[in-house]
C-alpha cells in the first residue's frame, strides 16, 4: 500500500527524475513527435521535415513573442498584410490566409473568416514544446495545412506541477511592452490532472513611422499597441480530457489596406472562445480510438469606425473520431472521419456590403472528411502511405495522399516525402467568389542527416513545392475579391548544424529558395524570375546557449535575410539591402533566489531597420518591425 | 453523402476495424508512450526477440487478455496498475516502488536501476582507494529493501556504510552539515524524491565546497556535479527486463530483484577536482561518458 500512496503522490518526481536522464544531442534526436502521423515516432523517421524548438531553447533566447521563435526557423519568413497583421510565407512562398494551419494546445488558430493567424497574441511563456511541419500536412491536418503546420503545446499539469508567475518589460524608443502570467498544474490526488493559465499584455507594435506607398505617413510609436489576454484551462481523469480557452485580444492601427487612415488610428479585435472535449479510449490491447467534440466561436476582424463596420459572429462545431490500430511494434494504422459546420452571421452593426449569398445575414457550410494512413517496416525501410478525402458543401471536394520513406541507421538518417495538400477556400473568399476552387499543392522533399559526433548533427534536404490555383487577395478601389491564378512555386535546399553538449548548445540554419513556375504577376519582381515579392533568397539564422557558471548563460542569436524586393511607390518595387538582426540574451536560473529566473537582453542590437514587406501586390507599403529593444523578464516557480 | 463518398470513407476506416489477432502471453505497459519508458521498451522488445502487445497508460487503463501471462511495466504508475493476481508482474524504471502483495500467486520482480551492489564498491574504491566511511542519503521508502545488503556489502570491500534519511528536503542542508565530520564520501541512490533539481545543487554545493566526493547511480546527476556515478544504461534495464520475462515463460522461479548486468559509470572532471580527486587510469577507460 505504502507503494502505491508513494506512487500517486510522486509521479510528477519520477518524470522530472527521467528527464535529468535526457539532455544529450541523441535524446533531442530521439524525442518523439506525432504532428505528422497522430501517432509518435522518433524526429529522425517521422514523415515529414520537422522542426522541433524546446521550451529551454524558447526561454534561453529570450523571445519576446511567437514571431521572435518562428523568424529563428529559416524555412519561415514573416510578411506584411493588411490591417496590422502579419503573415507567414513558407519556403518562399506565401502562406498568409489558410495555407499555415496553427494549433495551440490542440486548436484551431486560424480565424475561419479569412483563416488567418494572429501571430502578436501568443503567451509564449506557457509553451512547453513547438513543432513545425515545414511541409504540407494536408493528409492529417486537411485545408489549412497546405504548406505548413505549427504544433503548440503548452505547459501541461505534470511539467508544470506547482505555479509559475512571470512578467515582462520592453523598453525601444518608448515602452515597447510589458505582460505578466500565471499558470497552475497539478496532479491531483487520484490522477486527476489540472492546469490554468492567465495571460495579459500591452504591446507596441513598433515605434517606427510608417509611410504608405503615396509618401503619407504616421508614427507607430505609441499610435499601434496591442493587447492580449487569455485563460486557458484544462483537466483530465482517465483518459477524458477537457479544455477551455478565452481569447481576447485586439491591436490598434493606422495602416490598413496600406493607405495611412486619415483621422488616425483604429481598434481591430479577434475575440475567440473554443472548448474541446476529448477521449482516448483504449478498446483492446491493439486498438484506441479517439472522439473528439470541439466548440470554437468569436467576433474576428470586429471593427466598428468611419470606414468600415465588420461586425461578424462565427461559430464551428466539430466532430470527429480517429482509430489507432497497432497490430504489432512495426506496424501502425491510423484512420478517421471528421465533421465540422461552420455559420457566421452579420451583427448589429454590419455593413450590408458584406452580406451573403441572396442578401442574407448569414450563411452555413460544413465538411465531412476521412482520413486514412498505415507505417509499415518494408525491406528495412519504414513506409508511410496514406490519405484524405474532404467534401465541402461550399466548393469542390479534395483528395490528397502522401507516401514517404524513411530509414535509421544508426548515425544516418533519410527521408523521401511526397505529398499533395490543399487550401481550403474560407468564408469569405466564398462570399466575394462563390466559384472559387481548393488550391491545390504538390510536394517533393529528401532529407539526410548525420550525427558526425555525439554532440554535433547535420542535416540537408532538397524540396520542391508546386502550387496551383493559387488563392490570391485582388483589391481595386471598389471591389476586394480572391480568384484563383494558374500556378507557382518554388525549389531550393537547407543544411543545418545542430551543437549540444551539456547545457551548451548551438545551431545554425540555412535555406535557399527561388521561384520555380511562377505564372502569377502578382507575385513577380519584374526582372528578377528566380525572386518571389517580400521573402529572401538566402536566410541563415543561429542560436546558441553558453552557460558561463553559476546559473548564468549567454544566449546570442543572429538572423541573415539576403535582398528582398518590395513595393515602397505606387507600381514601383524597390530592392531593400540584405540585413542581419542580432540579439542577446542574459539569463540568471535560481540566483539569487531558488526557482527564479532572469532575462536580460537586446533585441535588434544594431537597428537593423527590418521590415515586413508585402509579398504581393496588395498596395501595402513596408511594415516597421520594432526597433532596438531592451527586454527584461522575471519568472519564479513555486 | 453520396455512395463514392461512402466507399471512401469505409476503405479508409478499414485497418481501424480489424479486430485484434495473434494474442501474446507477455503485455508490456508503458507510464507514457515516449522518452525513457519507450526507449528501454525498445530496448526490451528486441532483446525478448518476439512481439508483445504494448498499451501506454497515460491512453487508458491497461487491459491484460485472458490469454496474457506476464505484464512487463515501464515506469511507475505502470507498475503499480490494478493486474489480476495470478499474472507475473516484471517492473522497471520504477525507482521509488517495491511492490509487496503477499496474495498475489504470480511472481513480482523488479529490475533495479543499479547493478549489483559489488559492482558498485568495486569501482567507488578505484575512483577513491582512502574510502572507509560513506554515507548514503535517501528519501524514498523503497531503498529500506535495499539498505541491509547495501551495507553488508560495502563492509566487505572495507567501506563503512551508514544510511541517512532525509525526512523532507527542508532538512537536507542540516543533515550534511552533521554528517560532514564522520564521511569521507556520500552516496545516493536513484531516489526521485530526493534528487530534485534543488537538493541537486545543494549536494553539488556540499560536495565541491567541503572536498567531500559526491558519488550518485545516474548520468544525469553526474552531469550536474557529481563526481561520479555507477549506474545501469536504460538499454541495460530493458534487456533485464527481457530476461525476466522469457524465465517466466520459462517457468523459472526469480528473485524479487534483479540487477541489470552491465556497468554504465560516468566520471565528472571538473567535480573530481574541486573534491582533490584524480581519476586512475584504469577508471578513465572504464568510464561510458567524461564531462569535463
Known amino acids: ?383 508511410t502511405a496514406g490519405g484524405r478525402y474532404d467534401k465541402h458543401s461550399g466548393q469542390d471536394a479534395s483528395f490528397v495522399p502522401r507516401l514517404a520513406v524513411t530509414r535509421l541507421w544508426d548515425r544516418f538518417s533519410l527521408k523521401a516525402i511526397y505529398s499533395k495538400s490543399f487550401r481550403e477556400p474560407s468564408i469569405e473568399n466564398m462570399r466575394v467568389n462563390p466559384g472559387i476552387k481548393p488550391e491545390k499543392t504538390t510536394s517533393a522533399e529528401f532529407e539526410a542527416g548525420y550525427k558526425a559526433y555525439e554532440s554535433l548533427f547535420l542535416s540537408g534536404n532538397v524540396f520542391q513545392t508546386e502550387i496551383t490555383d493559387p488563392i490570391l487577395y485582388y483589391s481595386d478601389p471598389l471591389l476586394e475579391t480572391y480568384n484563383n491564378y494558374d500556378r507557382t512555386g518554388t525549389t531550393g535546399f537547407g543544411l543545418g548544424a545542430k551543437f549540444k553538449n551539456k547545457a551548451c548548445h548551438a545551431e545554425l540554419n540555412y535555406v535557399y529558395y527561388a521561384a520555380r513556375g511562377n505564372r502569377v504577376d502578382s507575385y513577380s519582381v519584374p526582372g528578377h524570375g528566380s525572386s518571389l515579392l517580400g521573402v529572401p533568397k538566402h536566410k541563415l539564422t543561429f542560436n546558441a546557449s553558453i552557460p558561463s557558471g553559476s546559473g548564468l548563460s549567454v544566449n546570442p542569436s543572429a538572423i541573415y535575410v539576403s535582398r528582398r524586393y518590395g513595393y515602397a511607390a505606387p507600381g514601383g518595387i524597390k530592392a531593400f539591402n540584405d540585413m542581419v538582426i542580432a540579439n542577446v540574451n542574459l539569463q540568471l536560473k535560481d540566483r539569487p533566489v531558488k526557482h527564479l529566473t532572469l532575462n536580460l537582453g537586446v533585441r535588434d542590437i544594431f537597428k537593423s531597420g527590418y521590415s515586413y514587406l508585402q509579398a504581393y501586390t496588395g498596395g501595402h507599403a513596408p511594415l516597421p518591425a520594432p526597433s532596438r529593444e531592451l527586454f527584461a523578464k522575471a519568472s519564479y516557480e513555486f | 453523402m453520396n455512395s463514392r463518398t461512402l466507399k471512401l470513407a469505409a476503405l479508409l476506416l478499414l485497418p481501424a476495424c480489424v479486430s485484434a489477432a495473434g494474442q501474446e502471453e507477455t503485455l508490456a505497459v508503458l507510464a507514457s508512450g515516449s522518452g525513457v519508458y519507450q526507449d528501454t521498451f525498445a530496448a526490451f522488445r528486441t532483446a525478448y526477440g518476439r512481439d508483445v502487445r504494448l498499451q501506454d497508460i497515460s491512453a487508458g487503463k491497461p487491459k491484460p487478455g485472458p490469454e496474457t501471462r506476464t505484464v512487463v511495466a515501464f515506469g511507475g504508475k505502470a507498475a503499480i496498475g490494478d493486474y489480476p493476481p495470478g499474472l507475473n508482474i516484471v517492473y522497471c524504471l520504477s525507482p521509488g516502488i517495491f511492490l509487496k502483495n503477499p496474495a498475489r500467486q504470480g511472481q513480482t520482480i523488479k529490475i533495479a536501476m543499479l547493478p549489483a551492489f559489488d559492482e558498485v564498491f568495486y569501482r567507488l574504491k578505484l575512483i577513491q582507494p582512502g574510502l572507509k566511511r560513506l554515507k548514503a542519503f535517501w528519501m524514498v521508502p523503497d531503498f529500506i529493501g535495499y539498505r541491509d545488503r547495501f551495507i553488508a556489502e560495502g563492509a566487505a570491500f572495507g567501506i563503512e556504510v551508514s544510511a541517512v534519511k532525509v525526512a523532507t528536503a527542508e532538512a537536507l542542508p542540516e543533515l550534511l552539515r552533521k554528517n560532514l565530520a564522520e564521511m569521507d564520501a556520500f552516496w545516493v541512490p536513484p531516489d526521485p524524491l530526493l534528487l530534485t533539481p534543488e537538493n541537486i545543487l545543494i549536494l553539488k554545493e556540499f560536495s565541491w565546497g567541503n572536498d567531500i566526493p559526491f558519488y550518485a547511480s545516474n548520468r544525469g546527476i553526474t552531469r550536474e556535479g557529481a563526481t561520479a556515478s555507477v549506474g545501469v544504461s536504460f538499454n541495460a534495464i530493458g534487456i533485464a527486463a527481457a530476461k525476466a520475462a522469457a524465465g517466466l515463460a520459462a517457468g523459472e522461479k526469480l528473485p524479487t530483484i534483479l540487477f541489470p548486468d552491465s556497468v554504465e559509470l560516468t566520471l565528472n572532471a571538473a567535480a573530481a577536482k574541486n573534491c582533490g580527486l584524480t581519476f586512475p587510469k584504469e577508471i578513465l577507460n572504464d568510464a561510458e561518458q567524461i564531462f569535463p
Do not use: H
Open chain 1, 1 to 383: 500500500m505504502g507503494a502505491r500512496l508513494y506512487a500517486a503522490e510522486g509521479a510528477s518526481d519520477e518524470a522530472a527524475f527521467f528527464s535529468l536522464e535526457r539532455s544529450t544531442l541523441e535524446d533531442i534526436l530521439n524525442t518523439k513527435t506525432s504532428v505528422s502521423t497522430l501517432n509518435a515516432v522518433p524526429l529522425r523517421e517521422t514523415p515529414g521535415l520537422v522542426t522541433l524548438i524546446t521550451r529551454e531553447e524558447i526561454q534561453s533566447s529570450g523571445a519576446r513573442n511567437l514571431i521572435d521563435v518562428l523568424n529563428a526557423v529559416p524555412e519561415l519568413e514573416f510578411g506584411a498584410d493588411g490591417w496590422g497583421n502579419v503573415g507567414l510565407a513558407v519556403r518562399g512562398n506565401w502562406a498568409n490566409e489558410g495555407k499555415v494551419l496553427l494549433l495551440w494546445d490542440g486548436q484551431v488558430y486560424n480565424e475561419p473568416l479569412y483563416t488567418n493567424i494572429q501571430f502578436d497574441r501568443f503567451p509564449v511563456d506557457q509553451i512547453e514544446q513547438i513543432e513545425v511541419i515545414k511541409g504540407p500536412g494536408s493528409v492529417i491536418y486537411g485545408g489549412y495545412a497546405e504548406l505548413a503546420v505549427i504544433n503548440i503545446k503548452t505547459r501541461s499539469p505534470e511539467n508544470l506541477n506547482g505555479s509559475e508567475a512571470y512578467a515582462a518589460y520592453g523598453q525601444g524608443r518608448a515602452k515597447a511592452r510589458a505582460y505578466a502570467g500565471y499558470s497552475f498544474g497539478k496532479v491531483l490526488d487520484g490522477g486527476t490532472e489540472v492546469s490554468a493559465k492567465a495571460f495579459w499584455g500591452e504591446v507596441q507594435r513598433s515605434d517606427r513611422r510608417y509611410t504608405d506607398l503615396n509618401g503619407a505617413s504616421y508614427n507607430m510609436n505609441g499610435a499601434s499597441y496591442m493587447r492580449p489576454k487569455s485563460l486557458n484551462l484544462y483537466a483530465e481523469k482517465k483518459g477524458l480530457s477537457l479544455r477551455f480557452i478565452l481569447d481576447d485580444y485586439f491591436l490598434r492601427e493606422a495602416d490598413g489596406y496600406g493607405d495611412v487612415l486619415s483621422s488616425g488610428t483604429e481598434r481591430l479585435s479577434f475575440n475567440m472562445t473554443s472548448a474541446e472535449a476529448k477521449y482516448n479510449w483504449q478498446v483492446s490491447e491493439t486498438l484506441r480510438l479517439e472522439p473528439r467534440v470541439n466548440y470554437s466561436g468569436g467576433k474576428p476582424w470586429e471593427e466598428n469606425n468611419q470606414y468600415d463596420a465588420y461586425d461578424k459572429y462565427t461559430r464551428r462545431y466539430t466532430g470527429a473520431l480517429t482509430a489507432f490500430y497497432e497490430p504489432g511494434p512495426k506496424t501502425c494504422f491510423v484512420a478517421g472521419g471528421e465533421y465540422y459546420r461552420d455559420s457566421v452571421r452579420i451583427g448589429t452593426e454590419g455593413n450590408p456590403y458584406y452580406l451573403y449569398a441572396d442578401g442574407s445575414n448569414d450563411a452555413r457550410y460544413n465538411n465531412l472528411a476521412f482520413f486514412g494512413q498505415g507505417t509499415f517496416d518494408l525491406f528495412a525501410l519504414k513506409l
